[in-house]
């Protein structure tokens, strides 16, 4: 398994700022995944962060609006940036670990925008 | 378009009852099947099915998968308070190792 940190758990932001959600794994992983959870809705891909490379967005998501870093094994960024109301949500990070490589999830942060 | 659909959308029941979560998939090239328990934000693992008919149990809880009708179901019994929370269901996406794509949940109310 594997122990994820994010931070910061929740923030109140404002219209047209950005925000930076940190993530922290106890153990080097190859692959981390960024996840957004609207209200009510399901987990959505944002990208896929691998260290040494530019991260993979899924469809319906920009580098622009949600620029990502991956500077080592255990540790990336995302930013929310030139935020709306549209962008509060749940953001979650999470690894490929474990016997079957299945995905384990940090504690997510919680971000409402005003 | 690859899909992950469960069902029902929400449920209420009562301590002691058995509930039966349904997930069913359209997925090329499958590979593997999770059923994840979220209570507030992070989900937590419950179960990885790769193989058909192979039952995974942990204690109260249960899942096994059908590869020919795509579907698995997540069976609770003697449900707790405790079991209250979001199920979801998570089907790895083709062509992307350890990518899935989730479902939209159940959300569970065990009453006491």
């Known amino acids: 398994s594997a122990v994820i940190s994010q931070k910061p758990s929740r923030d109140i932001c404002q219209r047209g700022t950005s925000l930076t959600i940190q993530c922290q794994v106890d153990s080097q992983v190859t692959m981390m995944f960024w996840y957004r959870q609207q209200p009510g809705q399901s ?16 469809s319906g998501f920009v580098i622009d609006k949600f620029p990502i870093s991956r500077p080592n094994l255990t540790f990336s960024t995302l930013t929310v940036s030139n935020m709306s109301p549209e962008d509060s949500s749940i953001y979650l990070c999470s690894v490929a670990a474990g016997s079957y490589n299945e995905q384990f999830f940090g504690p997510g942060t919680r971000l409402t925008v005003l | 378009e690859d899909k992950v659909v469960q069902s029902p959308l929400s449920l209420v029941v009562h301590e002691g009852d058995t509930v039966t979560l349904n997930c069913s998939y359209e997925v090329t090239n499958f590979r593997s099947l999770l059923w994840y328990k979220q209570e507030k934000k992070a989900p937590t693992f419950l179960f990885m099915l ?14 096994i998968l059908d590869k020919k009708e795509l579907f698995s179901i997540l069976n ?25 794509i989730f479902g939209t ?8």
């Open chain 2, 76 to 100: 609770i019994t003697a449900t707790q308070t405790g079991d209250s929370a979001v199920y979801l269901c998570a089907v790895e996406a083709p062509g992307e190792t350890y990518k899935y």
């Open chain 2, 50 to 63: 790769t193989s058909s008919g192979i039952e995974k149990k942990s204690g109260r809880l249960s899942s």
């Open chain 1, 43 to 58: 987990l959505t891909l944002i990208a896929t962060a691998n260290q040494g490379s530019e991260a993979t967005y899924e």
């Open chain 2, 105 to 112: 949940g159940t959300r569970l109310k065990v009453l006491a």
